[in-house]
């Protein structure tokens, strides 16, 4: 079974331009959570998504971050501008609908640098 | 609000047993889970507890108290290959997302 899959795997860029990230869950997984984890600190969810719809994004930068999740399947997220403070490890997890939300499958993450 | 305190850096050597505890505060509490992070490397599941007790998964366990709001995590047989950051969270219903630890260096030396 293949795991949670994220691209770019590194992302360096200044302050102001736009950066996107994608995942694709494990197959079959209905929720899907993008988390943002910055050195020597705990992963914080931004947001979660079950199935196309979202289920929680209050932690969710709303002014600048955006993200979606297009026919259920792979999720995009997207910052605009960015800020020096938004460098950091994106992470993607998913997990199956028929299991509880406490074992999460994380991609590898992208690690995001800006200048 | 959740809130969750571990120790930020534990040393150990090999062949050793080391505990990371967990204390927590949330405002609904349904059961905490460990994980394991590699430097560079995505946080894999390590175990979960949702009734107080002990609960062993091979070398390592976990453990959970609800009315201390407390936990921990064991590590038995240390291994080179265990240095790597800890983290507890927290879901305060059974399909809502987690809240994350700050997280526990452990460094195991020879």
């Known amino acids: 079974e293949a795991g949670v899959a994220q691209s770019p795997r590194y992302k360096i860029i200044e302050k102001r331009q736009s950066v996107a990230f994608w995942c694709n869950p494990i197959?079959?997984?209905?929720?899907l959570y993008w988390y943002q984890q910055i050195l020597g600190q705990g992963p914080k969810l931004l947001i979660q998504?079950?199935?196309?719809?979202?289920?929680?994004d209050s932690q969710l930068p709303k002014d600048r971050f955006s993200a979606e999740r297009l026919k259920g399947v792979d999720s995009t997220l997207k910052i605009q501008p960015a800020k020096l403070e938004d460098s950091a490890v994106y992470l993607c997890?998913?997990?199956?609908?028929?299991?509880?939300?406490?074992?999460?499958?994380f991609g590898p993450g992208t690690r995001l640098t800006v200048t | 609000g959740q809130s969750l305190e571990q120790p930020s850096e534990v040393t150990a050597v090999e062949g050793a047993i080391v505990q990371i505890n967990c204390t927590y505060q949330?405002?609904?509490?349904?059961?905490l889970s460990w994980y394991q992070q590699h430097d560079g490397g995505a946080p894999t599941f390590l175990s979960y507890?949702?009734?107080?007790g002990l609960e062993e998964t091979g070398r390592f366990s976990s453990f959970l108290s609800r009315s201390d709001s407390y936990g921990y995590l064991l590590l038995q047989e240390l291994q080179m290959k265990d240095s790597a950051s800890y983290f507890c969270?927290?879901?305060?219903?059974?399909?809502?997302?987690?809240?994350f630890g700050k997280g526990t260096m452990l460094l195991v030396s020879p």
């Open positions: 998504f079950q199935n196309n719809g979202v289920v929680d």
């Open positions: 507890n949702a009734l107080d």
């Open positions: 969270a927290v879901s305060p219903s059974g399909y809502s997302t987690l809240t």
């Open positions: 197959s079959g997984h209905a929720t």
């Open positions: 997890a998913s997990s199956s609908e028929d299991g509880s939300a406490y074992e999460q499958y």
């Open positions: 949330t405002s609904g509490f349904y059961g």
